[in-house]
């Protein structure tokens, strides 16, 4: 895994990505400017005015990381790079893509009158003025690009934040690969349920829409004047994709950690919250249990709106529903896991986590596998 962190001088990324290494066992700092230095010795310098101009450096730049991440099996690289030009970014997320390598790309932000003190501060005396005028001309640089960076990065606000609180902020956004037992455990609510064997895995059943479509106009009515939004995901929203019988379900509300603006009012409908996580988007799993024959529950999953979560699960559904090779690979994946046994259906899902990553870069990257 990537972990990127875009911003502007002052911004914080490289005192994060520091935070961020110290708290993310096996992570280390990728700094990819070291790479335009390699190319401003070999290549004229005088021919840009930013090495990110050089198509090298974006190829060298994902090659490398791909590299990296070969020698340090497992790890996730930290990468505190200023990346203001769009097209420069796509093929950056275009390279990672084609290799399968899931990016999770913030920007650190602030309001200008508090960057500007930072590059004051960080910057020093008044020798360095030189310095200080060209840092500060980036910020019109900036926030020229900002139509187009928060679509592309999760926004992380770092006015008021020391570095170690915007770094538990990025590590709150990047699920670990594999939960421990004790973490899957502390999630749960109520007594651990354990699988200790094979998930029910059964060919799809053109009934899941309407069983989705039926609690959905239940889940409307109960909950009433409150701002939501429920879309039918996991494998079940798939046509042709096999799948556990198990309706999953995503809920929007302003505020999925407000669970008394929700969760009384779906308790008559059969709902109970049996996964509670503060600390990964405020996500709640509430369930009910046989809500049609032959379909054994719904998992209704709760999100806040604004979460960058609901954009990562919407646009998995969507590559797979729209590219028959990609359903096809996730069908094989999930076919070759469903004949292993497992302690918990987490264990289960976790490791499918490298195939839906790197689905998921194509489908962020817009590109046809």
Do not use: C
């Amino acid at each position: 895994m990537i972990i990127w962190l875009n911003g502007t001088f002052g911004a914080g990324k490289t005192t994060t990505a520091h935070e961020v290494v110290e708290r993310l066992p096996g992570a280390r700092i990728f700094d990819s400017e070291m790479v335009g230095h390699l190319l401003s010795r070999v290549l004229d310098p005088t021919t840009v005015t930013d090495f990110q101009q050089w198509r090298a450096w974006r190829a060298l730049t994902v090659d490398t990381a791909r590299r990296l991440l070969d020698e340090i099996d497992g790890g996730a690289l930290v990468i505190p790079q200023t990346v203001l030009v769009e097209e420069y970014w796509k093929e950056l997320r275009t390279g990672f893509a084609e290799f399968g390598i899931p990016v999770r790309a913030f920007l650190l932000h602030a309001d200008r009158e508090t960057l500007v003190e930072r590059v004051h501060a960080a910057t020093g005396p008044e020798s360095q003025e030189e310095t200080v005028a060209w840092r500060l001309r980036h910020l019109d640089v900036y926030e020229a690009a900002s139509g187009w960076l928060p679509q592309a990065f999760t926004e992380i606000d770092t006015v008021d934040a020391t570095p170690g609180e915007v770094a538990e902020r990025v590590l709150s956004f990047v699920r670990p690969t594999g939960m421990s037992d004790a973490a899957i455990e502390a999630a749960m609510v109520g007594a651990p349920r354990q699988l200790n064997g094979r998930v029910r895995f059964v060919e799809y059943d053109t009934r899941w829409p309407d069983v989705f479509a039926g609690e959905a106009t239940a889940l409307h009515g109960a909950l009433g004047a409150l701002p939501h939004r429920l879309e039918h995901t996991g494998s079940t929203s798939v046509p042709g994709l096999a799948a556990k019988p198990v309706i999953d379900m995503l809920l929007v509300v302003p505020d999925s950690g407000d669970e008394e603006s929700y969760a009384p009012a779906l308790e008559p409908l059969g709902y109970r919250v049996v996964i509670r996580e503060p600390d990964w988007h405020e996500h709640r799993v509430l369930r009910k249990e046989r809500p049609a024959e032959d379909v054994d529950g719904v998992n209704l999953h709760v999100l806040s709106a604004g979460s960058p979560e609901v954009q990562r699960v919407l646009a998995f559904r969507d590559r797979l529903r729209s590219y028959d090779a990609e359903r096809d690979l996730y069908a094989a994946t999930k076919r070759g896991l469903a004949e292993r046994d497992w302690k918990y259906v987490q264990n289960y899902a976790d490791a499918k986590s490298e195939v839906i990553e790197a689905i998921l870069a194509r489908a962020l990257d817009g590109r046809r596998h």
